[in-house]
């Protein structure tokens, strides 16, 4: 790859010029040939450009967002990116639920299920739905993020023997959700 040092005239250069694009990437200019596009859009490419609409139009409101835009400005900046290319990397990547620790749930009250959840970005909020055999809704709630874990304490008693599902769901800024199912028996 070959680096040049662009004079002041040409430093702020940026747009298409023949078959040729600059592009300003941080404190350095980017030249690419221009891409080629086909009339013809397949399928699967629109659902692709659909998605990225929609990323772009997140990342609009978010920088315009006064609540929203210094975290990801923070952020963009240690990571040498561009805040609207950081926002727009944000909505297409969703969060995951890595690991559902139960090893501190017995089925009492006040027991703890501990949860690690990751996102390209943050993780917003987890959500712990504790469901019985025939998959009713025993028990849900918000997990509380306690010492760099998402923590959900247990406000419903089940009996020993019992075999309960333990779904935990991270959700990130722009509201994708991740989740986790882990079938747990209660000792």
């Not at 967002?65 to 952020?75: E, F, M, S, V």
């Not at 949860?115 to 809704?137: M, Q």
């Not at 722009?174 to 986790?180: A, E, F, I, N, Q």
Request: proline share 5%.
């Amino acid at each position: 790859m070959a680096k040049l040092t662009l004079n002041s005239a040409l430093n702020g250069i940026r747009g298409r010029i023949d078959n040729w694009v600059y592009r300003k990437c941080g404190d350095r200019v980017i030249l690419s040939r221009r891409p080629e596009s086909s009339s013809v859009v397949s399928a699967a490419q629109a659902v692709v450009r659909e998605r990225f609409k929609a990323a772009a139009a997140y990342a609009r409101m978010a920088l315009a967002d006064p609540l929203r835009l210094p975290p990801y400005q923070a952020t963009a900046k240690t990571r040498g990116m561009s805040v609207f290319a950081f926002v727009v990397g944000d909505y297409l990547n969703p969060p995951v639920v890595q690991v559902i620790d139960a090893a501190g749930y017995r089925g009492r009250v006040g027991d703890l299920i501990k949860v690690n959840a990751s996102d390209d970005f943050e993780v917003a909020a987890v959500s712990v739905v504790l469901r019985d055999a025939s998959a009713t809704v025993l028990e849900q709630g918000p997990a509380a993020l306690v010492e760099g874990a998402w923590t959900y304490v247990a406000t419903g008693a089940v009996v020993a023997g019992d075999t309960v599902t333990i779904e935990a769901t991270a959700t990130d800024r722009p509201g994708h959700t991740g989740s986790l199912v882990l079938p747990w028996l209660i000792a």
